[in-house]
């Protein structure tokens, strides 16, 4: 269970203050839910039909964060507390001693545009939950240490200055961040198969070591405070043209340190730093999106000196991205299973990408419950398994919201009764 309190913005110094407890009580007395989504939609989550309002009593309510979390928002001591509360029933306790029983450092690696003085500052901000949010990520949440906090793009460097207490990096530094990869050398447990059914834990395979890389993805997702300007070209008339050999070279820099980490490794390679970020480019641009996005990890391949034999997408990026799918078994790239099948395949030669957060150590969105918040959903999975991420027993949680579990088997059940027909866009 965590506990954290909330805080908001001071309008006049960029203070982080905790919010008073008379703005939850006259929601909750208000007599209606309206008030409370108010509330929720100023100063927990600009999205607040994501959440589910439970109940509530004379100084709290709780929410519905998904199948496994709740947040219990209430009054305490002139502030308001968010208690995290994780349901755990589901948790095999024989996975949860295995990742504390085998822990394992993890290793950063950076492009030798970055020195190691440079890496190793960076690295040590990588503490807060920080994520985008709402329908155009157009707040960001800050959690460190026990402060949770929404904080508006365009306030957030003002916020990290007014607030050196708290060691917010700033956006510019956030950025740099995304350069540093943590790679981790790990031992896999699980039920084999990140579609099956069966509770969590009750089918143990493994453990299968392999290696685990968190690589950060080219933010795309507004224009301003994200990768977006330094992928696009102004035009004379101010109008923004997509950038392909720009965006290629940014994925190139990220991805070459880790395919040099393991020179002889086999890769599995997802759509990382896609998904949502997509949505954000022109529809006309998409098609040019997806070639330079193939077209840096074909640079790093070479930069690096290993060869695209050993760089596989997983088989159901065809359901999440046709075109991109396409571009790639044209070239004749090879295709592979889901990635616990891989690493039993090829052993500890395995190299599973992930997508990370640049400012979030992986795992730590665990804190929150917010399994699905911070990147590709899919990192999650593999947060199960990875021992340095784990405290006890109970942070060892799979997701069970996955769009690679009963979401993929929906799309695999539609394609095949389709006739093998193309699947829509989405991730």
């Avoid at 982080?16 to 100023?42: C, M, R, W």
């Avoid at 003085?117 to 026990?146: C, I, N, W």
């Avoid at 947060?383 to 997701?399: G, I, N, Q, R, W």
Wanted: aromatic share 12%; charged share 20%; proline share 7%.
């Amino acid at each position: 269970m965590t506990s954290l309190t909330l805080f908001k913005v001071n309008q006049h110094d960029f203070k982080l203050t905790p919010v008073p407890d008379g703005e939850l009580f006259n929601a909750i007395h208000a007599g209606s839910n309206d008030p409370i989504i108010s509330f929720i939609q100023k100063n927990l989550h600009p999205t607040s039909r994501k959440f589910t309002i439970e109940h509530s009593t004379s100084f709290s309510f709780t929410l519905l964060i998904n199948k496994t979390t709740k947040w219990r928002i209430y009054c305490d001591d002139q502030t308001i507390k968010i208690e995290i509360l994780i349901d755990t029933s589901q948790i095999s306790t024989a996975v949860g001693m295995h990742a504390l029983q085998h822990p394992c450092p993890a290793t950063f690696v950076y492009p030798d545009t970055i020195t190691p003085v440079m890496a190793k500052t960076l690295t040590s901000h990588r503490q807060p939950v920080f994520m985008g949010v709402g329908p155009a990520r157009e707040r960001e949440l800050l959690v460190t240490g026990d402060v949770y906090a929404l904080i508006s793009p365009d306030q957030w460097d003002n916020v990290a200055a007014a607030n050196p207490q708290y060691k917010i990096p700033s956006y510019y530094d956030i950025q740099l961040m995304g350069e540093v990869t943590p790679i981790f050398e790990t031992e896999l447990m699980g039920d084999g198969n990140l579609m099956s059914d069966v509770p969590f834990g009750t089918q143990i395979t493994g453990p299968y070591m392999c290696t685990v890389a968190f690589a950060s993805g080219i933010r795309l997702e507004r224009k301003w405070y994200t990768d977006f300007m330094r992928c696009h070209d102004i035009g004379l008339d101010g109008s923004l043209t997509f950038n392909p050999r720009s965006y290629a070279e940014i994925l190139c820099r990220r991805v070459t340190p880790i395919f040099k980490h393991k020179p002889g490794g086999m890769f599995w390679v997802p759509l990382f730093g896609l998904g949502i970020y997509a949505e954000a480019i022109k529809d006309s641009d998409k098609p040019n999106l997806f070639s330079a996005w193939m077209d840096g990890i074909v640079a790093a391949a070479h930069a690096s000196g290993i060869h695209m034999t050993q760089v596989f997408l997983p088989f159901w990026a065809k359901f999440a991205c046709k075109p991109l799918f396409d571009m790639w078994v044209s070239r004749n790239f090879p295709v592979a299973q889901h990635a616990h099948e891989f690493v039993q395949e090829h052993g500890d030669s395995s190299v599973i990408f992930v997508c990370g957060d640049p400012v979030a150590l992986p795992g730590n969105e665990l804190a929150i419950g917010m399994f699905t918040e911070s990147g590709d959903p899919f990192s999650m999975s593999y947060l199960a398994y990875l021992p340095s991420v784990a405290t006890k027993p109970e942070d060892v949680l799979k997701c069970k919201l996955t769009p690679y579990h009963a979401h993929c088997a929906m799309l695999l059940d539609a394609h095949e009764d389709s006739g093998g027909g193309a699947a829509a866009m989405e991730m």
